[in-house]
């Protein structure tokens, strides 16, 4: 009887356990429905700076406000791509574009991390809040910052803005992967189609970039560098993939010291060996890691960052010849001058594009009128390479029916 009546009350407290448990866990979700199921995101600003990059990062909302992203998703996806690009100086315009170039064709929610200059901070807010329609991506924003004992040189190193990218595994703890891209860069093709490179990593690999060139005959590295660089030719930077949980964990083999140096070890004793032989700044540190951990890079091809080098001496991008540019990077400033008037007439038709699925349906036709008149110059004779991609991703975003897309 006794033993009886140790069950029966084993299972009355069980019980009792389960309604408290299911009740508490109604008050969160009625809690969290009242919030509107959004919680802030916390944004690593650089609390890394007081103990050499390895402490907790401190919580800043999106468009670095202290709130949560006004631009968070009603449901919350299985996956968010994380982009992140660096502007300073007049890069203001340029930085906005890119990003309107992602989200206009690409389809999983983009968490955007903008480094720049404070007295950019107010103009990023006023055009990105413009956007509060959209509800696929949040932004956030923060300051430019090195470790404060080096600070100075970092800044001074190749642009002002540049090297941040090199810090970006220490600031970003929480992010696992991102695609870093430069402010002059316009998607021609979904992010999510260069994010989904991430999956063809092999089990060594961090990192993805580009060939800096693919014809040796005009390459600089192979020509002119003063260190070592990855591959032929060298790799270039202003597209990056990066899986930073890996390139936080890795153990770097170098040319400083028989032992293998984290990321956060590695930066500045790279630096202080190599600073009178770089040119390119960050690219060239790179460069020299890679060089030295070759299997921890993933070569994607030039049309995933094609560059006027790629056709200002003739067309020497093969796969973009063949499929079109997926990713076009506007660097030597040719968005802004007459040197490269191809270049200009695919920033300026993006640029003026507004989101609506009608302006973007309609940008073909004037486009290429304005290609057409580029001919005269190496890369306008090849400037259906430029929109033959651009036609295949508007296509498939815009002009197909809801239910199929």
């Not at 690009?85 to 309107?100: F, H, I, Q, S």
């Not at 470790?147 to 220490?170: G, H, I, M, T, Y």
């Not at 890079?297 to 790629?310: E, I, K, S, T």
Request: proline fraction near 5%; include cysteine; aromatic fraction near 12%.
């Amino acid at each position: 009887m006794r033993r009886y009546l140790r069950v029966v009350g084993l299972c009355l407290a069980c019980g009792f356990c389960s309604l408290l448990y299911a009740f508490s866990q109604l008050a969160v979700s009625l809690e969290e429905g009242a919030a509107g199921g959004r919680r802030p995101q916390a944004a690593a600003m650089g609390s890394w700076l007081a103990d050499g990059g390895r402490g907790p990062g401190r919580g800043a909302g999106s468009a670095g406000s202290g709130r949560p992203g006004r631009y968070s998703l009603k449901t919350q996806p299985t996956e968010k791509m994380h982009l992140a690009v660096v502007a300073c100086g007049e890069r203001l315009e340029e930085t906005v574009t890119m990003l309107k170039s992602a989200l206009i064709f690409s389809v999983k929610p983009l968490q955007v991390h903008i480094f720049a200059e404070d007295q950019l901070h107010n103009s990023f807010k006023d055009r990105l809040d413009s956007w509060s329609f959209l509800q696929r991506f949040n932004y956030t924003l923060y300051p430019i910052t090195f470790p404060s004992d080096s600070a100075v040189e970092w800044k001074k190193l190749f642009k002002p803005c540049a090297s941040q990218r090199l810090f970006l595994p220490l600031i970003l703890k929480e992010v696992d992967s991102l695609l870093y891209v430069d402010t002059d860069i316009l998607f021609l093709r979904p992010v999510d189609d260069i994010w989904s490179l991430l999956k063809k990593f092999n089990s060594t690999q961090i990192a993805a970039m580009a060939p800096e060139h693919e014809e040796p005959r005009i390459g600089w590295y192979n020509r002119f560098a003063r260190h070592p660089y990855y591959g032929k030719t060298g790799v270039n930077s202003g597209v990056m993939l990066m899986n930073m949980t890996r390139m936080r964990r890795k153990y770097f083999k170098n040319d400083m010291t028989t032992a293998r140096l984290q990321w956060g070890d590695i930066l500045m004793p790279l630096l202080k060996k190599y600073k009178l032989n770089i040119t390119w700044g960050d690219q060239d540190l790179l460069n020299i890691m890679f060089f030295h951990n070759p299997e921890s890079l993933f070569v994607f091809p030039c049309q995933w960052n094609y560059r006027p080098d790629h056709c200002i001496y003739g067309s020497n991008c093969r796969e973009a010849e063949e499929e079109g540019v997926f990713i076009l990077h506007g660097n030597r400033g040719v968005y802004h001058d007459d040197k490269q008037p191809a270049f200009r007439a695919m920033y300026e038709a993006l640029r003026n594009c507004s989101f609506e699925d009608n302006a973007i349906r309609s940008l073909l036709k004037p486009l290429e009128m304005e290609l057409q008149k580029t001919v005269h110059t190496y890369c306008g004779k090849t400037y259906k390479i430029f929109i033959k991609q651009l036609t295949k991703s508007i296509r498939n975003r815009y002009d197909t029916p809801p239910k199929e897309r």
